[in-house]
């Protein structure tokens, strides 16, 4: 394990029965709050990305948001933002998708991306996949191509990068 990986995990709370009984929820807001480890974080992904021909960053609402408008800003990329239904002003894209518990739907501008896009999609967690695999799909509606994902931390025993296969999954700290 790497220093930075130490760093982060250090910072990262477990709250159990969170926001239901019987989930150990992942609070990452701490390393949202440690402006240093914020910095040296962005400044890993941004060597770690770079050169790779990515020409946006995704961000799924909303702790997406959190961490790729900074990597965006860090490598100079347009940010594109993918949100809950009711969220985006002008025309967009939807995509409908299961949960364990129901469906969700997620939005993107309609004029967001285009066929030479190469785009990389940001979340902080990375649990089923659900999410992630939807968010590819309306990149993909939209004509462009998903390079691949990023999250800060993935829970490897829930399988998701087997629903984000083939592309690319990257995440800083995996929980087995």
């Known amino acids: 394990m790497t220093k930075l990986q130490e760093r982060v995990r250090a ?5 159990p029965d969170f926001p239901k009984p019987g989930i ?12 240093e480890l914020m910095q040296d974080l962005m400044a890993y992904w941004a060597q770690e ?24 800003l860090t490598l100079s990329l347009p ?16 995509v ?6 129901g469906q ?3 939005h993107i501008h309609e004029d967001a991306l285009d066929s030479n896009a190469k785009v990389l999609i940001v979340d902080d967690l990375l649990a089923t996949g659900g999410t992630a695999r939807a968010a590819a799909e309306l990149i993909e509606g939209c004509g462009a191509t998903v390079h691949g994902f990023l999250f ?20 800083l700290d995996i929980y087995a």
């Open 24 to 35: 150990l929820f992942k609070d990452i807001t701490p390393v949202l709050a440690d402006p």
């Open 79 to 94: 940010m594109v933002i993918i949100r809950k239904p009711g969220k985006l002003p002008r025309p967009t894209r939807k």
């Open 104 to 106: 969700d739907e997620l």
């Open 96 to 101: 409908t998708f299961d949960l364990e518990y």
């Open 49 to 72: 990305l770079k050169d790779q021909g990515i020409t946006h960053i995704a961000g799924i609402e909303s702790r997406g948001f959190l961490f790729g408008a900074p990597l965006a």
């Open 152 to 171: 800060l931390v993935e829970l490897a025993f829930l399988n998701g990068r087997e629903a984000l296969a083939p592309h690319d999954v990257r995440a």
């Open 11 to 15: 910072c990262v709370y477990d709250v």
